[in-house]
């Protein structure tokens, strides 16, 4: 009896959804273009970020060879967006990444994605912490009028909060859940306006820099560093002194500096997955999506290479300014009216960024409800298609957060919960292509090859192939993990050159070479879609092999906020999904062949309420 409750539940934890499930039907309205798409990803991506990290980057990690920083990260990102692409050409329906695990792995891991991404919109570079972010800097263009009366007429100082309640933020976050819920395209109107104002500003900043600019700052020695760091240490003498600048030349810090510029660089990449949850409101999902997903990282690429470029050749790297470097460099230029120019690209860039973060938000919220792991009442829709509840509940959550909580000890968290979509997705696309294919012959093909199938595949996927091609990705997976923790924890070990590092190294790169070697081997299947992802398995690996690195990189108190976040997941789903998941009913429906009196399958298990 126990055995087969346990089998019953393991069937139910790794049930995957069909692409077309029997009896679900839209009910967005398909209205959006690929320049609304475009629009979203680059406003969403490309945030008040442009405006600040290029300074921070630049001054303490990479000095001016930040553009390298941004060229790498940019190709680390491009790799998860290609995945995210071809989902969005196979899978044009609303969830994103939580959808194409569904379809791909199974339902358990489906939800830990989907509430993956909650965490990403909710907490971190979006919603809660941008709202305040636009918030702090409407309050310095009026000379911090709004915090100095919170401050003094209603300061909470609890450890945990934030100084005082963000009221502004919070009202912000309330008045464009209001505008989402209206409408869609009312919505992305008003986001094309805001992202042509920022790119306007973004161009007028690259061109200043590049009439203001010097070239010599690319090329600063490293007596001049040494007389800055004498200088800020108030000595006299720079004998036996170490520059705090690095070493001068392009590449102050040496490339290992660029290295770790790339890593931070990677975040302001996040943002484009927003697209792929708008699948069922546009009109040609299959081209508009992987376009608007390629197009908006690279419009992205260009501005912060552009933008870090004119910084660093207006001022010296290490006399930007790590709050506010644009401002700054154009008072060391003598334009210093510019820097209102830069407040409005900057405010105009937040609201893109608050925008597009809580696009995405309700859909994948609604996608959940509409199979059932969420509550039901979330998947209401209005007569315009828009997911009203699911908007303004998950606004209030974020208003509340952003009202009350000091977020800056969040902001890891996001991390995690992008990071982990990014990685489920790329390998969805490894087991996805490599399906087994329907065919007459199946059965007998996996009957003569059985015995030889792991070294000598048929010529086409069968459901053999697929179970091995699944069994190397895991092993993969684990050979990704185990070298990651080795990078980051005995990177000591390593520059010592010390035996058992060396030895552990050495034997994970070859089991996954070898595992690399063994997918390769096997037979794609044979469906094409609109866009594919080229170099797979390689690149679909190396993109997992980004993602799980940065995430190791995290600190231990990021990992245990997450794990609490993850038990309360796991409470909804083992508490309300598993029983109500519509799926586990729509197969339960198929396996007792059950009818309704007119004689048809009852089909009207999913159908959305509109009010």
Known sequence: MSCGWVKSLLVSLSQRKPLEPEGEQSTFNRCLTTLDLVALGVGSTLGAGVY??????ARD???????????????????????????????????????????????????????????????????SSVALAWSGTFDDL?????????????????PGLAPYPDVFAA??????SGVLAFGVKESTTINKIFTAVNILVLLFVT???FIKGNISNWQISEETLLNATAELKNLSSTANLTSVYGEGGFFPYGFTGTLAGAATCFYAFVGFDCIATTGEEVKNPQKSVPFGIVVSLLICFLAYFAVSAALTLMMPYYMLSEKSPLPVAFEYVGWGPARYAVAVGSLCA???????????????IFAMARDGLLFKPLSKVTAKGSPAIATISSGIVAAIMALLFDLEALVEMMSIGTLFAYTLVAICILILRYQAEPSEDTDLQIKSNNKFSFLNPPSFSTPATSRTVTILTIISIACVTGLSVILTKALDALSRMEAWSLVLVCILALILLLTFFLIWRHPQNSTKATFMVPL?????????FINVYLMVQLGADTWMRYAIWMLVGLVIYFGYGLHHSVQKKRLRANHMNIETISGKTDKDIIKEEKF
Do not use: D, H, Q
Not at 52 to 57: D, I, K, T
Not at 142 to 158: D, H, Q, R, T, W
Not at 536 to 544: M, Y
């Open 61 to 127: 990690t990479s000095g001016p060879s930040i553009i390298v920083s941004f060229f790498i990260a940019a190709l680390a990102s491009i790799f998860a967006g290609l995945c995210y692409a071809e989902f969005g050409s196979r899978v044009p329906k609303t969830g994103s990444a939580y959808l194409y695990s569904y379809v791909t792995v199974g339902e358990l891991l489906a939800f830990i994605t989907g509430w993956n991404l909650l965490l990403s919109y909710v907490i971190g570079k979006w919603t």
């Open 350 to 364: 937040l609201s893109t960024s608050l925008l597009g973060s809580m696009f995405p938000m309700p859909r994948v």
């Open 171 to 176: 009202a912000l976050i309330i008045i464009l």
């Open 52 to 57: 600040v990290l290029s300074g921070e980057v």
């Open 536 to 544: 797979v398995p390689a690149l679909p690996l190396v993109s997992t």
């Open 207 to 209: 061109i200043s820099g």
């Open 142 to 158: 009026i000379g911090g009028v709004i915090s100095k009366f919170f401050e003094e007429n209603a300061a909470m100082g609890l």
